[in-house]
């Protein structure tokens, strides 16, 4: 006899601030939230790059699947080589925090 599963309920699609590496004003993050397709988060992505006395510090925000949570690694923009951290959150535009872009000179 074969098995049947009914899922009860369809996943659901969660909004979420984005903007794209490199942002180039915090507030293309905030002003149109996405609807992810089903199945994706909320991501909150840092990089940090350095060259010299100069230090910049982006922020990413987007949809992603899951498997994309927690990582980190580096990417090459503006010149330099960024670290990067990926964050994610699963409720509807958690990934507000964080939304500006700092340059700082040292």
């Known amino acids: 006899m074969k098995e049947v599963i009914f899922s009860c309920c369809p996943p659901v699609s969660l909004f979420c601030y984005t903007c794209v590496f490199p942002a180039i004003s915090p ?26 006395d100069l230090r910049v510090v982006l922020y990413e ?9 927690g990582v980190t690694g580096e990417k090459f923009a503006l010149g330099l080589n960024f670290t990067f951290i990926n964050e994610c959150c699963n409720t509807h535009l958690c990934n507000a925090a964080g939304l500006w872009i700092k340059f700082k000179i040292t």
């Not at 507030?27 to 010299?52: E, H, Y």
């Open 61 to 69: 925000k987007s949809c992603v699947l899951p498997a994309l949570c």
């Open 27 to 52: 507030l293309d993050c905030i002003r149109f939230p996405l609807k992810c397709p089903p199945g994706q988060v909320c991501l909150s992505s840092r990089a940090v790059g350095q060259k010299g």
